[in-house]
């Protein structure tokens, strides 16, 4: 059974920094892409950032220029590194997976790990 495992999260203020990661249980080639998605209190779950196996990288454009997705494929982790972080970016993390096998996708969630920036 796939394991993903968020940390990292916390309270900081605005314009400092936080580094999340995704511990995964399987090697991260075995997935087709991994993200990280957002849900901000009130709202539906946003992706904020995709990094793809063939190494495509995406970012949510309230999140470009401050956030960059990473991975260390020895570690089988996923990093987000999130500078200059601002109030609006409060919400729950969530590290995401998925995998086609014969036209189905499989999606894996990690649990979440709550991120709080104060004005």
């Known amino acids: 059974q796939v394991q993903l495992v968020e940390s990292g999260g916390g309270l900081v203020k605005a314009g400092q920094s936080l580094t999340l990661s995704c511990s995964s249980s399987?090697?991260?080639?075995?997935?087709?892409?991994m993200s990280w998605y957002r849900q901000r209190p009130g709202e539906d779950r946003e992706r904020a950032a995709i990094f793809t196996t063939r190494g495509t990288i995406q970012y949510h454009d309230s999140v470009r220029g401050r956030f960059v997705v990473s991975r260390d494929v020895a570690k089988q982790t996923l990093t987000l590194q999130m500078d200059n972080l601002k109030p609006e970016d409060t919400a729950v993390y969530y590290c995401?997976?998925?995998?086609?096998?014969?036209?189905?996708?499989?999606?894996?969630w990690g649990q979440g790990t709550q991120v709080t920036v104060s004005s």
């Open positions: 995401h997976a998925n995998r086609w096998v014969q036209g189905v996708m499989d999606d894996f």
């Open positions: 399987e090697r991260l080639f075995f997935f087709d892409a």
